[in-house]
């Protein structure tokens, strides 16, 4: 089994900033791909991004194309998100999750591992 374990979610005044991380640790790991989701209270689960975990090449959701970036760790199974120009729009649950497999990049459905989330809030 695979855990995934966030970190570094919390309260931040619109156009700060926060960094999150994640963890991966469990049996052998050869993830394909790690990425971001996250869902806001009413609100459907939203791509964020993704990293792929060979090549490093990156891929964002619309809304936080050009203020959020992904990176991997590959030694430490780590991926983090560096979130910029923070608005109240940004608020949600944000979830870890690891691929195994080829697939589109942006659909929940093609991950299969979660952690098990991190609260961002941001004020305005």
């Known amino acids: 089994q695979v855990q995934l374990v966030e970190s570094g979610g919390g309260l931040v005044q619109a156009g700060g900033s926060l960094r999150l991380s994640c963890a991966a640790s469990?049996?052998?790991?050869?993830?394909?791909?790690m990425g971001w989701f996250r869902q806001a209270p009413g609100k459907e689960r939203e791509f964020v991004a993704t990293v792929s975990w060979n090549t490093g090449s990156t891929y964002y959701g619309d809304s936080v194309q050009g203020r959020f970036t992904i990176s991997r760790d590959n030694a430490k199974n780590t991926v983090s998100l560096q979130m910029n120009s923070l608005k109240p729009g940004d608020t949600a649950v944000y979830y870890c999750a690891l691929s195994t497999k080829w697939g589109p990049a942006s659909h929940g459905l093609n991950y299969d591992y979660w952690g098990q989330g991190t609260q961002v809030t941001v004020s305005s």
């Open positions: 469990g049996r052998t790991l050869s993830p394909y791909r």
